[in-house]
């Protein structure tokens, strides 16, 4: 069930939790947030900024003396995951900027998280220190050696408790295999395997080998002139191991078996929907370019956003997406406008919620949109300031797109397009979101009664 | 509703672009539109090559669309009237036209291409409300784009002769208007290969020093022929040469 007005009993009332960020007008540009994604435990929320730096949030145990607060997200571990590169080769700078995080599910008590910037992946163990070894032979405790000669009997050193740290450290380094900017990474079910993807080519990598990858799918052409289309976005399939998807900046999806060849040039379906004639303008193809897609928790969905709607296609079904959301259709008119101060190109992701019964995306103005899948009703909200009062209920928005503009609503004019929304996360199983503002993060969660 | 700072003014009627072409008087304003729209996205093109890495994706949807607008100009005979314009000048003037390039964008380099920019958005306004009048023939609104453009250049370069660039922008639409229906690929096509082909201008790849928005224009401009090419060198050097000895005298 879906925020709504407060009438029916299912309906989820989000509320304000936390912001983290600073409240500074002047945003240094190092800190907008480019990522966020929750671990599969929903412990764990991590994000990533332009600065290459990535912060990961815990969710505090739920106290039984503050029943009403529920687990709050605190700074776990903070570290510069990507630095600012020069390639001499090209005379290009090759930017930090975190451009996709993906955990890996927890098999031990450490925690592993991929990160990328356009070039390189990185796999980051994440581990607590809680206890120090005191005692050592050879030295004494501020690490200086002792004179062996001075040694006269020898203890076994012990583990004492320390105050806990929390450690980064980069255990591998997968670089040199793209020519063109990462736009995705996505964990295979068999946790052994992962895959990159760029503008033109996906690859397939070993976590324990970074010397080498496999090229599953390239669409260079030939002649660099005829190239007319790219790679948008690129998932694996929850549970099947051998199947993936990816998406075109001409708004198709081609599903892979990788089973069937070791180069996937040729898809095992192709997704697409036929176009409207009479929305046909100059601009129908830039719109139609996928941002994002995400296979359903499922796996028996994908979901897909665009310029102006978000999709969800049935993999059983090819020639056209079971469901359309309009997310700020009220743009239709201004794409002109959008493609000269280039919005036109902004990527919004999109998320399922841990039942698949909702999805979510942003927009512009700091809105985000939500959408049930099975009542068929949306809402808008607003990630700001004036909306953080703990625990504050936040209020639906709406756009008026002509006419008479009523008391709370805000005419398309008005719209600040310079606070977009691109990327928000879904806690694996409840009704907790993360939603980034620029250098801001949001967390709303359901109101607890 | 835009961003701060940018001025924002552009044909935001979809129906006027979407509509066939209904009548006479409906005919000048979306071939305006349609022609602000394709000097928009080349001046996004040559843009490109500010930026760290350009964006591959952004620039192919661009250039996606400068295709569709040139096959539809080639469709409804607008890019034959661009043509029509051009042919009768003398070879001469065609490579003088050359030469005001190459000087335009040495002197480019330095980087003044962003308020060029947005001097072309502002000049653009305001011609646009000249242009309103319905009474105008197709030719004449191509013209009066083309006169707008060279404005935005003349604020920039006030020693610039305002009908050389038009013959400017001849020979991009003649590069583009001989090669058809593929003439696009010219706007990308080797002058020296390994400089500025596709990939190269997409990705921003260049051999030296960072590049200005001048080397798109370079590649839009090159001729087709390196001839051409050796006929401007040698043009040159005998202006700089008559010009020597004006000077001396």
């Known amino acids: ?449 | 509703m835009f961003v701060r700072g940018l001025k924002r003014k552009c044909f935001d009627g979809e129906e006027d672009i979407e509509g066939s072409l209904a009548g006479i008087k409906a005919i000048p304003s979306y071939n305006l539109q349609r022609q602000s729209l394709l000097d928009m996205s080349l001046v996004k093109l040559q843009l490109c090559h500010m930026l760290v890495e350009p964006n591959l994706c952004r620039s192919v949807l661009i250039a996606n669309t400068v295709r569709q607008i040139q096959e539809e100009m080639t469709q409804d005979g607008t890019w034959q009237m661009i043509n029509t314009q051009s042919t009768g000048q003398a070879s001469l003037d065609r490579l003088v036209s050359t030469d005001i390039l190459c000087r335009s964008s040495r002197e480019q380099a330095e980087g003044k291409h962003v308020s060029g920019y947005s001097t072309f958005n502002k000049d653009f306004e305001s011609d646009q409300a000249q242009d309103s009048s319905e009474t105008m023939s197709t030719a004449s609104s191509v013209q009066a784009s083309r006169n707008l453009q060279s404005n935005a250049w003349e604020m920039e370069n006030p020693q610039e002769n305002k009908g050389n660039f038009q013959k400017s922008l001849d020979q991009i639409f003649e590069t583009l208007e001989n090669k058809s229906p593929n003439s696009v690929e010219d706007l990308f096509s080797e002058v020296d290969s390994s400089y500025y082909d596709f990939d190269t201008m997409l990705t921003g790849m260049m051999s030296n020093t960072k590049m200005g928005h001048c080397d798109g224009l370079e590649t839009f401009s090159s001729p087709t022929t390196t001839a051409s090419n050796s006929n401007c060198k040698s043009d040159l050097n005998e202006l700089d040469h008559i010009v020597e000895i004006l000077v001396e005298s």
């Open chain 1, 1 to 449: 069930s879906l925020a709504g007005f407060g009438n029916l009993m299912q309906d989820v009332l989000w509320c304000f939790s936390q912001v983290k960020g600073t409240i500074d007008i002047g945003v240094t540009e190092a800190d907008i947030i480019s990522t966020v994604e929750f671990n599969h435990t929903g412990e764990l929320l991590a994000t990533g900024d332009k600065g290459g730096r990535v912060v990961i949030f815990q969710r505090e145990q739920e106290s039984k003396h503050q029943p009403h607060r529920r687990g709050e997200y605190n700074v776990y571990s903070t570290f510069q995951s990507h630095e600012p590169e020069f390639d001499y080769l090209k005379s290009l700078e090759i930017e930090e900027k975190i451009n996709k995080i993906r955990w890996l599910p927890q098999q031990n008590a450490a925690y592993f998280l991929l990160s990328t910037n356009d070039k390189t992946v990185k796999l980051w163990k994440v581990s607590e220190r809680d206890k120090r070894p005191e005692g050592y032979n050879l030295k004494d405790e501020d690490g200086r050696l002792r004179d062996p000669s001075m040694i006269t009997m020898l203890r076994v050193p012990v583990l004492r408790p320390m105050d806990l740290m929390v450690e980064a450290t980069p255990r591998r380094v997968f670089a040199n295999a793209h020519t063109y900017h990462i736009n995705s990474i996505s964990v295979n079910s068999d946790y052994e395997t992962y895959m990159s993807a760029d503008d033109l080519r996906i690859n397939l990598w070993n976590f324990e080998i970074t010397n080498q990858s496999f090229n599953i799918v390239d669409i260079k052409p030939a002649n660099m002139e005829e190239l007319t289309e790219v790679i948008t976005a690129a998932e694996f399939h929850p549970h099947h191991c051998n199947t993936f998807v990816y998406s075109s900046s001409k708004g198709t999806i081609r599903l892979c078996d990788m089973r069937t060849a070791a180069l996937c040039d040729r898809h095992a379906k192709f997704f697409e929907e036929p176009e409207d004639p009479s929305n046909r303008s100059f601009f129908s193809e830039i719109i139609s370019s996928i941002s994002d897609v995400k296979f359903s928790h499922s796996g028996r969905y994908i979901m897909t956003r665009d310029y102006l709607t978000v999709k969800v296609w049935d993999l059983n079904m090819e020639n056209r997406p079971i469901e359309t959301y309009q997310v700020h259709d009220y743009l239709r008119s201004k794409l002109c406008s959008l493609y000269e101060n280039d919005c036109i190109f902004d990527k919004f992701e999109c998320v399922w919620n841990g039942s698949d019964s909702v999805i979510m995306t942003g927009s512009y103005n700091n809105f985000f949109r939500m959408f049930d899948r099975n009542t068929k009703r949306d809402v808008t909200l607003e990630a700001s300031r004036e909306n953080s009062k703990p625990r504050a209920i936040l209020k639906p928005r709406k756009v008026c797109v002509g006419g008479k503009r009523r008391k709370d609503e805000i005419s398309v004019d008005s719209l600040d397009f310079s606070k977009k929304i691109l990327h928000t996360a879904w806690h694996p199983s409840e009704n907790i979101i993360a939603v980034a503002a620029t250098n801001n993060l949001y967390i709303f969660q359901d109101k607890v009664n």
